[in-house]
């Protein structure tokens, strides 16, 4: 029996796969075996899996027709023959130690569940330490059922490893949705809610490619398989017997959370039937009881309640499109107009054209209420004022920096 089994989904990643796949190659804990779960790639995936397959005899290929990260996942542990199971993302990769860590803490401690820290990876800033675990008991054995901390971290389920025993025994799984779209939360919960020897480590040993995510949801297919996901949670959580009594009041508030991520990610057109969904989703658990002031921060608990309010409806729903319309919106209007001026020539409007030079953004002119004790240009961009400037007005864009 192999120590470790590490599935390795793969759809569609010929730009990072060979990172990923030599990074596991190379872990020092030989004994491995490395599951590729290739979903129907169009690119040269498949290719490029079998190349380091025909090299390294620890490499399985399982080459299968789209039907989603899930289906992926599922026919993994179905198939994987370690002691216990690891997941490495195919546009991620690991770290040397990585396995042969977490495998001898495990076994050390006697663990269900070892989980560490990670990287996030950008091309451009390389590896940023994240400390997920930082409010949680690290290096001692404990059960998630009487502590809220670690569910409320990323659910990271690719920085662990599980005893596959375990995962069969509490028959934890993948949701079989469509595509890639959230399955690591319902899988995540499943396993905190009854894993009863739990292990963490400091450490960081994944990195994960943070540049190379959607920004948001286009397919109405996916705008709700985040509420599949807690439907099968709360599905789960009624078929266990003697879990932890506090295990059904720390779910509503990572929902809610989740939730609001969604809301920001999906097409506009979508959101206010994902909104209007949500919102009936906590209303149904408000009324079964299980939504609990104490387990709630103060900032969530007073959002909470205007989500919940009927009457609040319109006012929420713009609150929810207030990041959105800054993150995104601003930038596109400013992009989408050929002249740009701004109004100030101080320390502020210099801060603003630095940042629309970085975004490619064209500034015409900085415009100042006189042009007494003023610069005659920043940048090599005049300074003119305000008043000078009215014969192409209906044509501009006027940023206040001030």
């Known amino acids: 029996m192999e120590k470790v089994s590490i599935l ?43 190349e380091f397959a025909a090299k390294d005899s620890r490499i399985r290929v399982i080459d299968k027709e789209n039907s989603g990260y899930g289906a992926s996942m599922n026919m993994g542990l179905s198939m994987a023959a370690g002691e216990y199971i690891g997941i490495v993302e195919s546009d991620d990769f690991a770290s040397p130690q990585m396995f042969e860590t977490l495998y001898q803490s495990a076994k050390e401690k006697d663990a269900e569940v070892v989980k560490s820290n990670f990287y996030f990876h950008t091309k451009l800033d390389g590896d940023v330490l994240c400390k997920n675990l930082s409010s949680c008991p690290y290096e001692t054995l404990y059960s998630p059922s009487s502590h809220q901390e670690i569910w409320n971290c990323i659910p990271t389920i ?27 939360q319902s899988f995540n919960l499943k396993v905190l809610s009854v ?12 990195h994960y490619r ?7 949801i286009r397919s109405v297919g996916k705008v709700f398989c985040i509420c599949d996901e807690y439907k099968e949670v709360w599905s789960y959580l009624s078929q266990q017997e003697g879990i932890g009594d506090k295990v059904k009041y720390y779910v509503p508030m990572i929902q809610f959370t989740t939730y ?13 039937a994902f909104f209007r969904e949500a919102q009936k989703e906590f209303l149904e658990l408000e009324k079964n009881g299980l939504l609990k002031r104490q387990y709630w921060t103060d900032d969530e608990w007073l959002e909470l309640q205007k989500f919940l309010h009927p009457d609040a409806l319109y006012k929420s729903m713009i609150h929810f499109q207030e990041v959105e319309m800054l993150r995104e919106g601003l930038l596109r209007s400013i992009a989408a107009v050929s002249g740009v001026s701004i109004y100030g020539a101080g320390k502020v409007a210099k801060s603003v054209y630095k940042d629309l030079k970085a975004l490619g953004v064209s500034v015409s002119e900085f415009l100042v209420a006189s042009k007494e004790n003023n610069p005659s240009d920043i940048d090599g961009i005049s300074v003119a004022a305000i ?8 044509r501009k864009l006027v940023l206040l920096a001030v």
């Open 387 to 394: 008043s000078e400037d009215l014969s192409d007005r209906e």
């Open 158 to 184: 690719w920085a662990a490893i599980y005893k596959r025993d375990f995962l069969e025994k509490n028959n934890i799984v993948f949701l079989e949705t469509p595509g890639a779209s959230y399955q690591d």
């Open 8 to 50: 390795v989904p793969i759809y569609n990643v010929e730009k990072y796969l060979r990172q990923c796949l030599d990074s596991l190659v190379h872990q020092t804990l030989q004994d491995i075996e490395i599951i590729c779960i290739n979903d129907g790639s169009t690119d040269s995936s498949l290719e490029i899996v079998k």
């Open 260 to 272: 609001r991520g969604n809301y920001y990610r999906i097409a506009d057109k979508y959101k206010k």
């Open 195 to 206: 894993v009863e020897r739990m292990y963490l480590l400091r450490d960081a040993f994944l």
């Open 210 to 216: 943070f540049d190379n995510e959607n920004s948001s």
